[in-house]
Every structure is written in C-alpha cells, then in structure tokens.
C-alpha cells in the first residue's frame, strides 16, 4: 500500500525571529507538531475535491523575501499593508480612536505576546482546517485588533495582503480581532499578487466577539493564477452579539477558504454571504461550518457560484444544532450556475440537529441560463452577448449590492466586468 503522504520536513525550517518570545515559543511548539502531519488526500473528506490541486512542492517552503510598495496596496483610508506575511509599518494609515488598539505581533510586549498566545487558534477546529496549524508554525509577524467595550469605528479598516512573487515561496499572514462588549468595526481584507512565480498564501483570520458586538467582515480575493490560496476564519460569538461575512473570490489553481463560527452566548446572530466566479481551469472551494451551542440563535447563509469552462466550484455548508440550542433559527442556501458543459460544481449542504425545538433549513440548486429568458431578452433587441451578461449578473448581485462598503462593491464589479468579456463573446 502506498503511504500517506506528509508535509514536507522543508515547510518546517525556521522563520523569521522578530517576533516576542512568548509567540516564537508558540510557534515553535505547533511546527514540533507538525512533524509527519498527514497531507489531505482524496480520502480526506473535506478534501475530497481539493486535495489534487494542493501542490506543496519544496521551492515553496521558503518564505517569500519582503516585497517592494507597489500601487496594488493604494487604498483609501484606514488600512495596514500585509507585504509577503509582513506588515509595511510605512504603507499603512492606522486609526487613531480612543479603545481601538490596532498593533504589530512584532511590536507587542512579552506580557502582551504571552496573553495573545494563550489565545491564538481557540477559534478554529485545527483538525478540519489542517494548513492553519501550517500558519501557526510560520507566521512572521500579524496584526492584533483590540477594542475596549462601546468603542465604534465608523470607518472600515482595510487589510491589504499584497504577494509580491518575483521568487517562490509562501506567506503566513495571521490577524486577531478581540472585540470588546458593544464595540463595532468592519473589517475588510483584500488579497491581491503580483509576479509571475509560484506563490502560496496560507492566512488565518481570528474573530473573538463579546456580547452585544457587532463585527462585519469583508474578504475579497483578487490574487493572480500563479498563487495558491488556502484561508481560515474562525468566529466565537457571545450573547446578542451580531457577525455578518461578505466573501467575495475569483478563482485560481486553488482557492480554499474555511469560514468556521460558534455561537456561545444566547441571543447571538450571524450573516454569511459568499460569492464564487470560476473560469478556465480555476478551482475555489469553500466549507463553512455554523455551530449552534446554545439558544435563541439564528444564522442565515447564503452563497453562490457560477462556474464557466473547465473550471471548479466546491461548497460546503455544515450547521451543527447542539443538544441545548433549543429555539435555534437557521437558514442556509445554495444556488449555483454552470456557464459551459465543461464546467462543475459540487455542493453539500448539511444539517446537523440534536435539540427539538428548532427551525431550520437548508437548500441547494445548479442550473445553467434559462434558454426562454435569453430568448426573450435577445427578441428585445438585447445582444445574445449582453443578455448571458444581464441574466448572469443578476444571479449574484443580490449578494454584491449587500456588500456595505463602496469600494469594494467596486473592486468586485470591476472583476467581474473582466470576468464577462473573458466568458461571453458576441456571435
């Protein structure tokens, strides 16, 4: 029998050393455990259809050498600047509000290092999410964002993780949000590359969110076909608390993006929407994973994917309703659009209930362009062209148009424009 495969002894050389030592010593206890890790086959279940497009060949394993400013990172406003996993203290604008601390893991005391160690990974199930536990044996350096009670940022924070891939490697970035009771902020990271050599991004974002909080996140995912993607969220939510996710991603030789939330406080309630855009031999899977510990939640999901060429999609969706979430509400959807014969989508959404007194949902659909529709546009005088475009944007802008900041509702449609002209041809 052939035998599994595993990591690389070359993924667990030593990175950088300009973190605290408390963090260095977390990161070194995470690599001793990543020794002989098994990598995810076909077998693996959450990796079923992503497991052939993972390709950790060595000249990845070095980390990516720190990259030049570039006009990719131009952002308005608030924003910290991520260059191959380290953060550009010069390309950044920080908010300066009172209760908002927004810090380098490098420029953290040993007090401060050794409490934000204590804490690092207690979102995510690292056993489904295996190359997290990659990123926290080599981040380099992250980003904690810390509000005290009632604190409200009115601006978005923008998180710009630029790859600058003029050599191989990888990068590590890592962010933290500790969100104090009542406080709010919207979080918005942009993934975005440049250079032609093979690249790897594996990111882990952290969301602790105390009662009564209010936190938006916005992911969009722009990067270049020559970079691997592989990312994680993880979300633990308090009593009336509120979470709400926009992702928004563009495909490439592999996407993976876990999005794992728990509720642990009554009355807590999050929004989840997810939009996927495929073409040539692209691949984007995303899982996600809602679970319901205790009562009175709800959770609404929703995303949507549309695939064109020999390109792949990938959801799936679990919501765990424990034995004590009585009076759960939970709603999760899936719609999906195939644009060529040649293109797939596989979808699973899953319920999970072990309580009684719950209401939940769940649904999923693939389809291609209904042909009358398009007859009757083109019987319009609307170009065949221009009527695939209409009945496809239509599809999705449900989702983009909820999207709560300009800029990037912006940034997507642009993507998407490109995304059209590449798909749709005039006869």
């Known amino acids: 029998m052939k035998p599994a495969p595993t990591l690389s002894s070359a993924f667990l050389q030593p990175a950088g050393e300009a973190l605290p030592q408390p963090l260095l010593a977390l990161r070194k206890q995470r690599g001793t455990a990543l020794v002989d890790m098994p990598l995810p086959t076909r077998k693996t279940e959450n990796w079923k259809y992503s497991s052939k497009h993972l390709k950790l060949s060595d000249e990845l394993a070095s980390g990516l050498p720190a990259g030049s400013a570039t006009s990719l990172a131009a952002v308005d406003g608030y924003r910290v600047v991520f260059r191959n996993g380290v953060i550009d203290s010069a390309a950044s604008n920080l908010p300066q509000v009172d209760g908002l601390a927004v810090q380098r893991f490098a420029d953290l005391s040993d007090d401060e290092a050794a409490s934000l160690a204590e804490r690092l990974d207690n979102t995510l199930d690292t056993n489904a999410t295996q190359m997290a536990r990659l990123n926290s044996a080599r981040f380099e350096d992250g980003l904690l964002v810390s509000l005290k009670p009632d604190t409200v940022l009115r601006e978005p924070l923008f998180v710009v993780h630029e790859v600058t891939a003029t050599a191989s490697g990888s990068a590590y970035p890592r962010i933290y949000v500790d969100a104090g009771r009542h406080s709010q902020m919207t979080l918005v990271e942009e993934y975005v590359s440049s250079g032609d050599e093979s690249a790897m ?32 969220t993880g979300v633990r ?3 009336d608390s509120r979470f709400e996710s926009h992702c928004v991603g563009f495909g490439g030789p592999l996407r993976r993006h876990d999005l794992q939330l728990r509720f642990e406080g009554e009355g807590a309630n999050c929004k989840l929407n997810g939009v996927v855009v495929t073409q040539g031999k692209q691949h984007y899977d995303n899982h996600t994973c809602i679970d319901h510990m205790v009562p009175h939640c709800n959770s609404e999901e929703t995303y949507r994917n549309i695939a064109a060429d020999e390109s792949h999609a990938v959801f799936n969706g679990r919501i765990h309703i424990h034995q004590d979430a009585q009076q759960s509400n939970a709603d999760m959807n899936n719609k999906n659009l195939l644009l060529s014969t040649g293109a797939e989508i596989d979808t699973k959404p899953e319920l999970e209930i072990y309580a009684d007194d719950v209401k939940c949902a769940h649904g999923a659909t693939i389809g291609q362009l209904d042909e009358t529709s398009l007859f009757y546009l083109v019987s319009r005088g609307i170009s065949r062209r221009d009527a ?14 909820q999207i709560p900041v300009e800029q990037v509702r912006d940034s997507a449609n642009e993507r998407l424009n490109q995304f059209f002209d590449d798909t749709f041809k005039e006869a």
């Open 201 to 232: 991004v594996d990111a882990v974002t952290e969301f602790m969110v105390a009662d009564g909080a209010q936190i938006t996140s916005i992911r969009l995912n722009v990067e270049g076909q020559n970079v691997q993607h592989i990312g994680a």
């Open 237 to 239: 939510q308090q009593r």
């Open 388 to 401: 695939n475009v209409l009945l496809t944007m239509a599809f999705i802008n449900e989702l983009v148009a």
